[in-house]
């Protein structure tokens, strides 16, 4: 019943719907149509904000070893591990996309397999489900190679999902605002 009640309280009056619907939209549009130019983004922010974290915990160290504090070894390790991550991430930002490729893939894969060697065992028990169960982890198989394989599929997906929440979220407005 909260369910169904938090689906009564969606407002598609309120202007700021559209907005952000609209916003996802762009956003998917630009996931879905520049994946790879996305993703070297985002690791060139997230290498950029793990620079500055770590050369912040570097001088504040360093700040009160200077003022003869009691000083922390752990600070300096985190902030010097911080810059080495921010580093890796902006000097390998195109490899971060085919890191998250692989796992993503290798992951499907794994579980694919699993479920293939499952389904064997409960066709040798005679299960009727297993064929249905032996066409999907072969699916999954398939799949897991293909995402290894291909470039930005996954990031792709990814922006494809946001651009149907999107449209969806525009027609809710519209059809509220239609009726009302």
Do not use: H
Request: proline content about 1%.
């Amino acid at each position: 019943m909260k369910y169904a009640d938090n689906l009564k309280n969606k407002n598609y009056a309120n202007v700021s719907t559209l907005i952000s619907a609209i916003f996802f939209f762009i956003i998917g549009s630009i996931i879905f149509t520049n994946p790879n130019g996305t993703v070297k983004f985002i690791a060139y922010v997230l290498g950029g904000l793990f620079i500055i974290v770590g050369l912040f915990k570097i001088i504040a160290y360093y700040r009160s070893k200077k003022k003869n504090l009691e000083v922390n070894l752990r600070d300096v390790s985190v902030g010097i591990v911080a810059l080495i991550c921010g580093l890796i991430l902006v000097i390998f930002s195109s490899a971060v996309e085919a890191l998250i490729r692989i796992i993503m893939g290798a992951w499907i894969l794994f579980n694919g397999i699993n479920l293939l060697t499952n389904s064997i065992k409960a066709l040798k028990n005679k299960d009727t489900s297993s064929k249905l169960l032996i066409v999907l982890s072969i699916l999954m198989i398939i799949a897991g190679i293909y995402m290894i394989l291909r470039n930005n599929l996954m990031f792709q997906m990814i922006g494809l999902f946001i651009i149907i929440y999107s449209v969806i979220e525009v027609i809710g407005y519209i059809y509220y605002v239609g009726k009302n």
